[in-house]
């Protein structure tokens, strides 16, 4: 969000945690893509072998390797569901409703802090307020939830 001091660090790496988290989950939908779509091709090369040959049995063990890691990555997404799911509810714990869409925008849709001034119908200091004012009511009613996740 632009060059500014962070006054509440705790609060603004926990809720960073999902905009990580994030990142990662489109590499990962990426990577499963790609998977999938190597997994077809060998599966169409397996399919017109005879049974029991030394390719078809290579190519059998590349297909199961990779039906396990787009499980594993399919496993890593939940959990970046699940902590997109603990951001909201952090979030939602705001009492101010500007503050909460201000968080919202910034930390769950990603947006630069001229598109939420923008939408907020406010100038980018009075995002930076919002912002500001919302952690520091985070970090301090929320602070077991913030301990946890250190």
């Not at 603004?12 to 489109?26: G, H, M, Q």
């Not at 029991?52 to 396990?68: E, L, N, T």
């Given at each position: 969000?632009?060059?500014?001091?962070?006054?509440?660090?705790?609060?603004?790496?926990?809720?960073?945690?999902?905009?990580?988290?994030?990142?990662?989950?489109?590499?990962?939908?990426?990577?499963?893509?790609f998977l999938r779509a190597q997994a077809t091709g060998?599966?169409?090369?397996?399919?017109?072998?005879?049974?029991?040959?030394?390719?078809?049995?290579?190519?059998?063990?590349?297909?199961?390797?990779?039906?396990?890691?787009?499980?594993?990555?399919?496993?890593?997404?939940?959990?970046?569901?699940?902590?997109?799911?603990?951001?909201?509810?952090?979030?939602?714990c705001v009492p101010n409703e500007r503050a909460r869409r201000v968080l919202f925008m910034d930390y769950i849709q990603v947006l630069p802090v001229e598109e939420i001034a923008e939408?907020?119908?406010r100038d980018c200091k009075a995002v930076y307020r919002d912002r500001r004012n919302a952690l520091a009511y985070i970090e301090e009613h929320c602070a077991g939830v913030l301990q946890a996740a250190a």
């Open positions: 969000m632009g060059s500014y001091e962070v006054k509440h660090p705790a609060a603004d790496a926990y809720l960073r945690r999902y905009k990580d988290a994030l990142r990662e989950s489109k590499y990962l939908e990426e990577h499963i893509a060998l599966q169409r090369q397996l399919d017109g072998m005879p049974r029991g040959s030394p390719s078809k049995d290579r190519i059998a063990a590349i297909v199961s390797g990779v039906v396990d890691e787009e499980m594993a990555i399919i496993e890593k997404l939940a959990q970046v569901h699940e902590v997109r799911r603990e951001v909201m509810k952090c979030i939602e939408h907020i119908d």
